[in-house]
């Protein structure tokens, strides 16, 4: 799984900043660890609404199967 922080676009298309970050490791149900990650935003974006989510590369972004975006606050 991968960590991803993106924005959506007004013609409803996901825009992602660079690049994607794996997991250390399998992380459970409940269970919590702490990431220290940085991501470069596309130029001319920065003042777009930007939120994590997890992806399940090649199967499903957690934000469609309802869990909810954390916001970043810049």
Excluded: C, Y
């Excluded at 924005?7 to 269970?31: D, Q, T, V, Y």
């Excluded at 994590?52 to 975006?69: A, C, H, I, P, Y």
């Amino acid at each position: 799984m991968t960590v991803a922080v993106v924005s959506e676009l007004k013609n409803g298309s996901r825009i992602e900043a660079h690049s994607r970050a794996r997991l250390p490791r399998h992380i459970g149900p409940g269970e919590e660890i702490l990431l220290d990650l940085s991501f470069l935003l596309p130029e001319g974006t920065s003042d777009l609404v930007w939120s994590v989510d997890m992806v399940s590369e090649n199967l499903f972004w957690f934000s469609e199967r309802g869990t909810k975006q954390a916001i970043i606050r810049t």
